[in-house]
C-alpha cells in the first residue's frame, strides 16, 4: 500500500445495476491528506478527464464494461460543530450517504430524515442533489470541499457556488473538474414551524400507521421516526439496493421539465397527467415538472422485460435487471422508452444516471 492510497489491477466495479464492469487500474484513496500532498500518482490520475471517479456505483449505468482508470474515495470519517440551535456536520465522501442520515436522525436532528434510504456516498450526493419527497440535500448543505482537477488545488465551495438546482450542480455540469472530499450541511436541533412537512400523501398514511402502531400522537414524531416511514414507502415501491439479486439505479429518469404553456397543452389533453407547477416539488420559475412515471406507464411499459432487462412492475419509472442483462441491454431498452415517449407525448425523456457508453 502507497501513502494513503492503494492501487488494484483488474478490479471489478460495484453497481447496484448488477452489470460487469471492470476496472484497469482502481485506485482507492484512504487518507484525503496523505494521498494528495504524498502521491504525485493521485493527482496525476485526477487530472486526467479520462479518469472516472467511482462511489457506490448507483448512479452510473455501465453499457462498455471495460473502464482504463478508477478513482474511489474510501475515506469516510464524519463529525460535527455544535453551534446554539443547530449543528454543523461533515462527513468525508467515502461514508456510505444512509449511514450519515441514519447517524444524524438517530442524533435526533432535523434535516436529512427524507433522504432516509437513498443508497451511495456522500461525496456523489452533491453531484445530481439528492432529494426525495420534495427536500433536497441543497435545502442544508452548507459547503463542499474539493480537489479541482483542473486548478489542482484544494478548495472549499459554499452552497451558493454549487448551483444547485433539480438533479443539477455545478459538479454536474463540470463533470471532469471537481473530486468531493468532503460535505458539510447544518442540521436543525429543534423542529422548524412547519415540521413534519409531509407533502406527499403516501408518507402522511404511512406516518399514521407508524405513530399508531408505537401508540404516539402525530406530533411526537421525531427524525428518526420520519426516517423509518421514509424506509418503509421506499421499501413498498423501490427494489432493495442492498439485494444483489434485482438490479437498479432507483429513477432511471428525470421528471420532465417544461415550458408552463406545454404543460398545459398536455395537461389539457391527459388530465390526468401530473403537473407540479413552478415553484412546488422544486420546478423551476415559468417551468413545469412532469411526472416521468405517468408517462412511462401509460405508454404501457410497467411491467414490460426483454433479455432480462425490465421496468420494475410496482414502479414505472425504475429500469432493472431481473439477472444477467448486460449494460447495452439495459441502455437499449431505455432508448426505446425515450423513444416511444417522444411519439407519444412530444416530451424528452432525460436518463437520471451517468451513461457509461463510449
Ligand atoms: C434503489 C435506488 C434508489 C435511489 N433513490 C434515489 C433518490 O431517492 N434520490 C436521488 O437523488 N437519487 C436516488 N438514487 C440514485 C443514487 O443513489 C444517487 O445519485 C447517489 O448519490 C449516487 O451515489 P454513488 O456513490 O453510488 O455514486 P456513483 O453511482 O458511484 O456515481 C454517480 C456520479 O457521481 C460521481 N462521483 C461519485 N463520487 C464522487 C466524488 N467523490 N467526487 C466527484 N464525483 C463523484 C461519479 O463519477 C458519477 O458521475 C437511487 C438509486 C438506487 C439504486
Known sequence: MQIGFDIQQDEAIANTMQVSALAGRYLQVFDVPAALKNGAICTDWLADPQTLI????SNILFVRAQIDKVVHLAAATFGYVDELNTVLVWAEGGLGFDDWVRWTTHQGWYGLECLAEIPGTVGAAPIQNVGAYGVQLSDVLVSVDVWDRVQQSRSVLPAAACDFGYRQSCFKTESHRWFILRVTVRLRKTPAPDWPRLSYPGLVQAADVYMAESQRPLALLTPHDLAQVVTRVRRQKLPDWREP????????FQNPVVLNSFAATLKARWPDLPVYPQGANNAPMGEAKLSAAWLIEQAGWRGFSHNNAGIYARHALVLVNLGGATGADL????????????????????????????
Not at 441502455?331 to 417522444?342: M, T, Y
Open 54 to 57: 467511482v462511489g457506490g456505483g
Open 245 to 252: 439479486r434485482l438490479g437498479s439505479l432507483g429513477s432511471f
Open 331 to 358: 441502455w437499449g431498452l431505455a432508448q426505446r422508452i425515450q423513444a416511444d415517449v417522444f411519439a407519444r407525448y412530444g416530451v424528452r425523456l432525460v436518463p437520471e444516471p451517468l451513461i457509461i457508453n463510449n
